[in-house]
């Protein structure tokens, strides 16, 4: 079984501070996910990495997949209230594509 | 365009009862999957449609969930003999390919 560790699990900031989330495992994966998801709503794609070392930005949202591709950090720069939400990776598999492993996710609070 | 419904999004029943979730995935697309979320966690997976292949149960937790997609297009997700354990929500994605998951708002199940 492949399995996700996030960490945080839980992080408040005030407003214009910088933080970064962290997605570790165990196994390779093909490619990896982030998705954002509000209360009472589903988790909405934010970016997919898919090269070893790959970075991709997202205006203030900065996402890298390790080299080894087990691992993942999404690094948002300068937070705002409207970035605040449920923060969930999810590994997608060398054998099974459609059967994404998702982490438990990161909860961040910016307050303004 | 319209996105990925799901009906109803609240429902509320008690212990044995069974229940049917539905979800209306976006037009097109072939691959249709089932996750359950317990309050501010990762998503378990359940069950993985794709086009006319068999699904993938591998994770349905007992055999009293079931599903099915009539036409490749509308899902029912059934329950039988609910227990409280099974309270969480419950979401549908659809993709037009295996890595891009159009996630629906969920249906909140409570079992009492």
């Known amino acids: 079984t492949q399995l996700l560790e996030q960490s945080p699990q839980f992080l408040s900031i005030q407003e214009g501070e910088n933080l970064t989330v962290y997605c570790n495992s165990s196994?390779?994966?093909?490619?990896l996910q982030w998705y954002r998801q509000e209360p009472g709503e589903g988790p909405v794609l934010l970016v997919t990495?898919?090269?070893?070392?790959e970075v991709k930005k997202l205006k203030r949202l900065t996402f890298q997949f390790g080299d080894a591709r087990k691992d993942s950090s999404l690094h948002i720069t300068a937070a705002q209230p409207g970035d605040t939400g449920l923060y969930l990776c999810a590994g997608v598999g060398n054998t099974n594509a459609g059967k994404s492993t998702f982490g438990d996710g990161t909860t961040l609070t910016v307050k303004p | 365009g319209a996105g990925v419904s799901q009906s109803p999004s609240n429902k509320v029943t008690e212990k044995g009862k069974d229940v049917e979730l539905r979800c209306d995935p976006i037009?097109?697309?072939?691959?249709l999957y089932w996750y359950r979320q317990s309050l501010g966690q990762g998503l378990e997976f359940l069950i993985y449609f794709q086009g006319n292949s068999a699904p993938d149960k591998s994770g349905l937790p007992s055999d009293r969930f079931s599903a099915e997609r009539t036409g490749g297009s509308v899902s029912t997700l059934t329950i039988q003999r609910t227990q409280q354990e099974d309270s969480a929500v419950y979401l549908c994605a659809s993709s037009p390919r295996p890595s891009s998951k159009f996630f629906g708002p969920g249906t909140r199940l409570t079992v009492l």
């Open positions: 196994s390779v994966f093909s490619s």
């Open positions: 037009s097109g697309h072939t691959a």
């Open positions: 990495v898919v090269t070893g070392g």
